[in-house]
């Protein structure tokens, strides 16, 4: 989209405030949400910690106008694995309590509905083998997929 204006008539006006920059905000003031459905183990927070490390933050948390978390609560845990001071975050303002709620469910579990192009990933694990870390790789690898490139390390 080339301006505001187009993305204003696409977005339902209910009051909800998306900040149009990202920015810099310290670990310690963000709120992870009580409420947060989405469970992340030691090794999956570790995943993300070493794709942190390797690709940088390149997805910023969701918080709302009171820095509550409302996505990203993984990416947190990594940030704080990794003794980091700063985050990069997004604030979505004006949200009821139950919009907040229907948000975070809805970041997780839609990402979830998601395939794969088996044959194209099987191509791009192929030829990036090499330039993967293994850790990030072995991560990819427990994709639901058993032909040999998935299985092979």
Known sequence: MSNSSEYAKLKPNYGIQISRQIELRPVASLRPSARNARTHSKAQVAQIARSIEQFGFTNPLLIDEKGGVLAGHGRLRAANDLQLTEVPTLCVAGLSAAQRRALMLA???????????????????????????????????????????????
């Open 107 to 153: 970041d997780n579990k839609i990402a979830e509905n998601a395939g794969w192009d088996r044959d194209l990933l099987a191509v791009e694990l192929g030829e990036l083998t090499g330039l993967l870390d293994a850790y990030v790789y072995l991560s990819l690898g427990s994709i639901d997929c058993n032909w040999p490139v998935c299985m092979s390390s």
